[in-house]
């Protein structure tokens, strides 16, 4: 099933941008939150990195692995919630979460949720259309 046209590599995207949009968000709300935290430092997570690592090639990978549980060989999450501190603060201030640059993150973050959202409605109208007409 994994070289489905149906359920294939456009979906494993979707879902993927999905995943890491809710990550990003809980950090960027979470910078939010400690904006008043004396000595916090902000984090954020790269999307296009973040995405491009987890549908990343990886060689095959040879261990067998008898539970879902077990770590990869790599030692490396796809999905790790190790966000970057953002260089734009002083951290040595009290202000140290600038609340526009979160506020726009958030927006941007907003924006990309919803247009995957959208691209994974229209992925599945297409498949509902495409099995309503074959039965006719």
């Given at each position: 099933m994994t070289d489905s046209r149906i359920f294939g590599r456009p979906?494993?995207?979707?879902?993927?941008?999905?995943?890491?949009?809710?990550?990003?968000?809980?950090l960027i709300s979470g910078n939010i939150a400690n904006m008043d935290t004396i000595g916090y430092e902000p984090s954020d997570l790269d999307?296009?990195?973040?995405?491009?690592r987890a549908m990343g090639d990886q060689?095959?990978?040879y261990l067998d692995?008898?539970?879902?549980?077990?770590?990869?060989?790599?030692g490396?999450?796809?999905?790790?919630?190790?966000?970057?501190?953002?260089?734009d603060v002083d951290i040595y201030h009290l202000d140290s979460v600038n609340i526009d640059t979160e506020m726009m993150n958030l927006m941007e973050n907003n924006i990309k949720y919803?247009?995957?959202?959208?691209?994974l409605l229209r992925k599945m109208t297409m498949l509902n259309y495409s099995i309503d007409e074959g039965g006719k």
């Amino acid at each position: 099933m994994t070289d489905s046209r149906i359920f294939g590599r456009p979906l494993k995207v979707i879902a993927n941008s999905l995943d890491i949009s809710a990550r990003r968000h809980n950090l960027i709300s979470g910078n939010i939150a400690n904006m008043d935290t004396i000595g916090y430092e902000p984090s954020d997570l790269d999307f296009g990195k973040t995405l491009q690592r987890a549908m990343g090639d990886q060689a095959p990978d040879y261990l067998d692995k008898t539970n879902p549980r077990h770590l990869s060989p790599s030692g490396e999450d796809a999905f790790s919630m190790n966000g970057s501190n953002s260089e734009d603060v002083d951290i040595y201030h009290l202000d140290s979460v600038n609340i526009d640059t979160e506020m726009m993150n958030l927006m941007e973050n907003n924006i990309k949720y919803r247009t995957t959202a959208e691209l994974l409605l229209r992925k599945m109208t297409m498949l509902n259309y495409s099995i309503d007409e074959g039965g006719k």
